[in-house]
């Protein structure tokens, strides 16, 4: 490796140990460590936008190694300069994720959502002589990331060309699985691609329409059946493709039918405890109020009005009731109502059960996601959502019966972008 790329390389090595040791780690692994210095992320990157107000450039290794060896996401652009559906994502996160999937020398992997080819590679080097297939939708990104592995001599890599929707069977049963872009409804291909006893690592879409947010699950099959071993809040690219397309916007209220008739000015306005007026503390506790809101509740909606770049959890959300052409909404430290009050008595009431049930974060729930005509019936201390041909299945876990547990699990579970308290007890 020529000095000038390895002083770049040395330094990113040093940003994913932090970023490892922040989120509670003994550093970066070494095996991950010689994955990553084995496989240079510069050769994955070729037309991109260095910053995000700057040009669209072509890479060129001088100018352009501080920017790509650092812990940041880097967008894909097409020869037209325009932005592809696909980005380069922020590496210490998703390597994080990489480690928890729990890849192994020997292993046969999927990824599904490849881009680059970058994770893919790194990917390779981890399973050794096992195998890796990678599945991309663009075409362009397919043949590029084909030449840039064959360039780096990935033999065990392929990248195949097309939706990952269908998985790839001529590949399976893998061992290890992932997606990356947050999928609506889990594809049915994977129920038998995945071994017995295999992980998937899956970015769940929330419900509502939440941008790129997203609850991202290591699941293991288990039968008929995936359940969740951990998970944790993330952002991700939309899953394209059939059954996809619900919950996969933000809602506009202007678009309402409803809402040129009930006015944009607030019939209730009254204080809300989620971390206050605190944007910072809002997040943590608004994304475990909207989990459950999501779980629980039908009208359940993420509005647009924030911005994209603020983040997390930060957009308002709330419930729509068309037939009662009414909406409450969720901003910090504030309840809003518009039109008549079903839907704030609504958002009211599951906002009183969820701090009866101790405030749970995600780590208070057990999750499964099973074939939809296979889901339970709901039940006390159970919620089922059916997404298509599959179905997510919550179980409020033994350990959170008690309200004390819950809401340590709650704050245990807080976003890795909210530094501050996730929790503010309820008001009378």
């Known amino acids: 490796m020529k000095p000038e790329i390895e002083e770049h390389v040395i330094r990113f090595l040093g940003m994913l140990d932090t970023a490892f040791r922040r989120r509670g780690e003994n550093g970066l692994p070494e095996p991950l460590r010689r994955a990553v210095r084995e496989t240079p992320r510069h050769h994955f990157v070729h037309r991109f936008q260095a910053d995000r107000a700057g040009p669209v450039e072509d890479f060129a290794t001088e100018r352009h190694l501080a920017a790509v060896y ?21 590496p210490s996160y998703v390597l994080w994720l990489l480690h928890r999937l729990g890849l192994e020398p ?209 957009s308002p959300f709330g419930l729509v009731d068309a037939t009662a052409r009414s909406v409450a909404i969720c901003r910090p430290g504030m309840l809003l109502g518009y039109g008549s009050p079903e839907a704030t008595r609504r958002l009211d009431a599951a906002y009183r059960r969820w701090a009866a049930l101790g405030m749970p974060g995600p780590a208070a729930f057990e999750l499964e996601v099973v074939r939809a005509a296979q889901a339970p019936r709901p039940g006390r201390g159970l919620w089922v959502e059916t997404r298509g041909a599959s179905a997510l299945v919550w179980r409020l876990a033994s350990a959170a019966s008690s309200p004390r547990v819950a809401r340590q699990e709650a704050v245990r579970d807080r976003p890795p972008a909210d530094p501050g308290a996730w929790i503010r007890p309820p008001g009378p």
């Not at 650092?70 to 559906?85: E, I, K």
């Open 70 to 90: 650092s812990d940041r996401v880097l967008a894909h652009f097409g020869p037209d300069d325009a932005a592809l559906d696909s980005t380069n994502s922020q």
């Open 106 to 314: 020997g292993h046969r992997a999927l990824e599904i959502g490849s881009g680059s080819g970058w994770l893919a590679a790194v990917m390779g080097r981890l399973v050794g002589d096992g195998s890796v297939v990678g599945v991309e939708i663009l075409a362009d990104l397919a043949r590029r990331s084909r030449d840039d592995l064959a360039a780096l001599g990935s033999a065990n890599v392929a990248i195949i060309e097309g939706d990952g929707a269908g998985g790839q069977a001529a590949g399976a049963p893998y061992d290890r699985a992932m997606i990356t872009a947050a999928v609506w409804d889990l594809p049915a291909a994977l129920f038998e691609q995945v071994a017995e006893g295999g992980r998937l690592l899956l970015p769940i879409a929330l419900a509502g329409g939440a941008g790129r947010d997203c609850h991202v699950a290591v699941l293991r099959r288990e039968g008929d059946r995936f359940r969740a071993l951990e998970a944790v809040p993330g952002r991700f690219v939309r899953f394209t493709g059939p059954g996809q397309e619900p919950g996969a916007e933000r809602r506009r209220l202007e678009e309402l039918p409803f809402w040129s008739g009930i006015g944009t000015t607030p019939t209730s306005r009254r204080p809300l405890s989620l971390g206050g007026r605190d944007p910072a503390r809002f997040t943590g506790a608004a994304y475990a109020f909207r989990l459950f809101l999501g779980q629980t509740e039908p009208g359940f909606a993420a509005f647009d009005g924030s911005g994209e770049e603020e983040g997390l959890s930060v």
